[in-house]
């Protein structure tokens, strides 16, 4: 299997800016951008990234707002937050040199068995076989596999297998053949198979399989939320609070919420305890209500609705600060409110 992959990537593989270094640092930013991202919108932040912090004691230094804020827009913030935190280990516990071992990289906060075995091999060129999405997908449908990807017995056969056929002469490259060739070649819908150099010993293929491979135990659980934002703005001051729960967005910035089980008009809202917690006995004007589209997270449906108020004086909640209208776009915001503030923040 191996000569066949690396024989494919050598005239189809793409040409990425993480895969010219061996520079660990480099690779596992890389990796962790890229985990449920596209490769072209996840290029630009690695650009980006690596601009502004060149080593991982340029990451390890820095404030978590600024690396909240260069995230902003990829969404899974939890991966900007461990990021973060993994320099600062590798920074003070490993003297700023990325650690070498596989199990030592796999202690890192964020990091797990794929993206360890993607630094270790591209980096150093340790025999681990990565396995993402790609690799379940060639492997499924190569050897007509029907083992479950999301259950732990599926886990752990795909791995020994995956690990079997890893070229150990060039893992690194190896493993980039792979999933190159699920990404371009062996895709999820409409899979190049008449143009597929393992055509001839494809099981799947030959099964007539391919579109049900891989196979999935379980489905996603995805419930419904309502946001209702509280654009409160004073002269050329805004109220913004901080996330600082477990939950989504962690970290991130928005304005005053009131979160409800449903639909609610705001005559409802400005009844709230909250809403009068927020504005205090300070009159207040009712500037415009919107109705965000619909935003998609992987286990959440986000329904907002957004109601600019303007008062002559701003009562903060405890949690919230007033800030400069015009440095709105020094804080990191959801994705959601980015799109807001594009739209209508003039």
């Known amino acids: 299997m191996a000569p066949v992959l690396l024989e494919w990537y050598a005239r189809h ?22 985990q449920q991202t596209r490769v072209a919108q996840g290029t630009e932040y690695y650009l980006r990234f690596l601009a502004r912090f060149p080593d991982v004691g340029a990451l390890a230094a820095a ?3 600024e690396v909240l804020k260069l995230w902003q827009g990829l ?16 920074a003070e516990r490993f003297d700023g040199h990325f650690p070498e071992r596989f199990a030592e990289v796999r202690a890192l906060p964020g990091v797990g068995d794929y993206t360890a075995a993607a630094i270790c091999s591209a980096a150093y060129d340790a025999p681990c076989a990565a396995v993402d999405g790609n690799v379940y997908r060639v492997l499924s449908r190569l050897f007509d596999l029907d083992t479950p990807i999301d259950t732990a017995a599926g ?10 056929q890893l070229d150990r002469a060039q893992p690194g490259r190896y493993n980039q053949a792979i999933m190159d060739f699920g990404a371009l070649q062996c895709t999820p819908k409409s899979p190049r198979c008449s143009e597929c150099p393992f055509a001839e010993r494809c099981l799947a293929l030959a099964a007539g399989t391919v579109a049900r491979r891989p196979v999935k135990q379980g489905k996603t659980h995805v419930s ?22 477990h939950d989504i967005w962690q970290g991130l910035y928005e304005f005053p919420m009131i ?42 449906t986000i329904h907002a609705a957004i109601h600019r108020i303007e008062t002559p004086r701003l009562t903060p909640a405890a949690e919230s600060l007033a800030v400069e209208t015009a440095a709105l776009g020094d804080h990191a915001v959801p994705r959601l409110l980015e799109r807001y503030l594009t739209k209508y923040q003039m």
């Open 155 to 164: 886990r752990k056969a795909f791995a020994s297998l995956a690990q079997i």
């Open 224 to 245: 419904d939320r309502w946001f209702n934002y509280l654009h409160i703005v004073c002269g050329d001051r805004t109220l913004l609070c901080r996330r600082e729960t």
């Open 75 to 90: 969404g899974y913030y939890s991966r900007a937050r461990n990021l973060h935190a993994a320099a600062k280990i590798v």
């Open 13 to 34: 593989g793409r040409d990425l800016p993480w895969r010219r270094t061996r520079d660990p640092y480099c690779i596992w930013l890389s990796e962790v951008i890229l």
């Open 63 to 65: 404030e978590e707002d």
């Open 259 to 300: 979160e409800t089980d449903g639909p609610t008009d705001f005559a409802t809202l400005a009844a709230a305890p909250r809403f009068r917690m927020l504005t205090g006995d300070a009159p207040w004007h009712l500037v415009r209500s919107v109705d965000m589209p619909r935003h998609q997270l992987s286990h959440r």
